[in-house]
């Protein structure tokens, strides 16, 4: 999928025409296909040898990227486009109907400010029976709050609820440990602490008592921050709690511990053999997705009301999307990232997974706020949250476009995920009168091969020195296939990939002066299943592919996205779909993702591995 290319001569380069003067309506859609062995057990262990041989791991990374077009892509193709080595953003339009949240603000006044913006919360029918018109899939946020303000329960009554599925989960045969780093006393003594708070009538806000999971990449005292390694935390220690963490904790969030995730986050189907490899809530042969494993696992189980975790690759949504939770990717560089071991790369955020649209508001109000550098360097738009209970609410959604490459959007192995995707959108226009853009987006296999070598390249420079130092013998074998690979990019492929970022950053941003949001599904199928003899370790790029087959832009560009779900394929297998945001849009994503979320709820399903935490 080219963006054009001048006259060739034998032995000449491609040359690619000014991103400006492609014809995009002229650009003919083309099916990316990647080759690579699907390896588990003595062959993967071979391949990794081969890989990590002085002698024939350049020639097998060599043949891994020709068959994949990386060589001519990068090597061999002149690109006019200057670098862009981080995201850079045009002045974005003020978002309406919105409430500005000041950034230097306590947290805890922020979260009060969003809450104003929410539909005012009714529990009647919530604690006594389902209403089939508003149908019961998890306990909100605030349904937690209601109940330890009105003396239903307490946060350390519901704390002994949490310490039980934690253990049983973990007692499981085989084991399925959702969290790497748990402590019950740390746990119960959190909790007794909000449980005194509610007793003297000084709850700190509405997120007391409520309680979340971190992402094993993410500081959190009293836990080490290992990346679902078995060794990373004694060459980095945890000192004191990541920002996002510290913003929560001031909140009065209850965390029951660190989870588990894809060893360093370089995988995204959730394979751990250091830790065992967490299941999907709603089908425990399955996959959860990742690299937040974990976190996405007890979100969906209904152990915690949210989690932070970290999206480089897709590692929120594609979970979110696999256990039918919501997944927010905020915009490169709206949440500060000190405190996270990836802090210093390019496509990374922290990010929250909530059960619902509303608790990702109220997660998100608390997490957001730029570091200073990155206020300098990106200018970032206000933070804002969606006014949901505004009179011009229904007006806004009306006046919503939604882009959508069709081709794209149905190249998919099931139709059953695209389709269901579209029906979500086709309801959503018809309900709130917003419309259907058709849009093309050049250049989508450029745009992987970006990606993957900006993650790869910044991901083994963060490790290089450990890897160099013979550490890589004890990372799993999925880990170490990647990071041969990774090592194998030169900095001219580096530089390349960021003339891409540059010219597919100007055809999205021409897109978004047609459409307001651009819709896709999440992911390209449904949770892939976990091969009994996969629990040592996998390596298997094409369904990696096939779930990571629409999570570049938010990565690449760092565009603000969130996976909402919107139905189950026929084997109850969730489903989700993608919207994704203009710069610094937060706010209107959040719009239009509640309204998706409230039009498909009657088509989502409880897991059949559930704890219900709030028990009345």
């Known amino acids: 999928m080219g963006g054009g290319s001048g006259g060739r001569g034998k032995g000449m380069p491609r040359a690619m025409a000014p991103a400006e003067e492609v014809d995009v309506a002229a650009v003919r859609y083309r099916p990316a296909e990647l080759q690579a062995p699907h390896l588990i057990g003595f062959p993967l262990r071979a391949f990794v040898w081969l890989l990590e041989s002085p002698l024939l791991g350049p020639l097998l990374t060599s043949l891994l990227k020709k068959q994949n077009n990386m060589t001519q892509m990068l090597q061999r193709t002149v690109i006019p486009e200057r670098p862009m080595f981080y995201p850079e953003y045009p002045p974005q339009e003020p978002e309406r109907g919105v409430l500005t949240l000041e950034e230097d603000r306590d947290p805890v006044d922020r979260v009060e400010e969003a809450l104003s913006c929410l539909v005012p919360y009714d529990p009647s029918g919530r604690f006594t029976s389902t209403d089939e018109k508003n149908p019961f899939l998890y306990w909100k946020i605030r349904d937690f709050a209601y109940a330890y303000r009105s003396g239903i329960t307490t946060p350390s009554a519901v704390a002994e609820l949490v310490i039980a599925g934690v253990e049983e989960w973990n007692n499981k045969k085989p084991p399925m440990p959702m969290l790497i780093h748990f402590n019950a006393n740390d746990l119960r003594k959190q909790a007794d602490a909000s449980t005194k708070r509610f007793e003297q009538g000084s709850p700190i806000s509405v997120l007391d008592g409520i309680f979340f999971a971190v992402k094993d990449d993410i500081d959190c005292l009293p836990y080490p921050s290992k990346s679902a390694t078995t060794f990373f935390d004694e060459i980095r220690p945890v000192e004191k709690d990541a920002v996002a963490v510290s913003r929560l904790r001031k909140c009065g969030v209850i965390f029951i511990g660190k989870a588990n995730m894809h060893e360093l986050g370089l995988g995204v189907t959730g394979n751990n053999p250091n830790y065992g490899t967490v299941r999907n809530p709603h089908s425990i042969d399955r996959y959860t997705g990742g690299s937040s494993s974990g976190p996405a696992a007890l979100v969906s189980s209904g152990l915690c009301s949210g989690a932070i975790g970290t999206d480089g690759g897709g590692s929120v949504r594609i979970p979110s999307s696999l256990c039918g939770i919501v997944g927010l990717k905020t915009t490169f560089g709206r949440t500060d990232m000190t405190g996270v071991v990836c802090d210093a790369g390019t496509v990374e955020v922290a990010s ?143 530089v390349a990939s960021q003339c891409l970022r540059r010219r597919i950053m100007y055809y999205h941003m021409e897109a978004f002066k047609k459409v307001d949001v651009i819709a896709t599904p999440t992911t390209g199928m449904t949770a892939p299943k976990i091969p009994p003899s996969a629990l040592k370790g996998e390596s298997d790029y094409v369904v990696s592919a096939k779930l990571m087959q629409f999570i570049f832009a938010g990565n690449l560009l760092g565009l603000p996205a969130i996976s909402v779900p919107v139905g189950h394929d026929k084997q109850g297998l969730p489903i989700g779909l993608q919207l994704i945001g203009r710069p610094w849009g937060e706010a209107s994503l959040l719009r239009v993702a509640s309204a998706v979320e409230e039009l498909c709820l009657k088509r989502r399903n409880r897991p059949s591995t559930f704890y219900d935490i709030l028990k009345t």
Not at 419 to 431: G, K, P, R, V
Not at 462 to 473: E, F, K, L, P, S
Request: aromatic content about 6%; charged content about 20%.
């Open 352 to 494: 929250p997974l909530t059960s619902s649209v509303e608790d990702s508001v109220l997660l998100y109000s608390a997490l957001a706020g730029s570091r200073p550098m990155d206020k300098l360097t990106l200018r970032p738009s206000p933070l804002c949250v969606p006014n949901l209970v505004s009179s011009e609410n229904s007006k806004i959604l009306q006046s919503v476009k939604v882009g959508k490459y069709t081709e794209w959007f149905h190249d998919v192995p099931d139709n059953e995920v695209s389709n269901t995707c579209e029906d979500a959108l086709n309801l959503l226009c018809s309900t709130f009168g917003c419309q259907i853009e058709e849009i093309i987006l050049p250049e989508l296999e450029e745009m992987r091969t970006a990606h993957l070598v900006s993650i790869g390249s910044e991901a083994f420079s963060d490790m290089n020195a450990h890897y160099q130092a013979g550490r890589r013998t004890e990372m799993t074998l999925d880990t170490r296939a990647s990071l041969a690979l990774f090592k194998s990019f030169t900095s001219a492929d580096y």
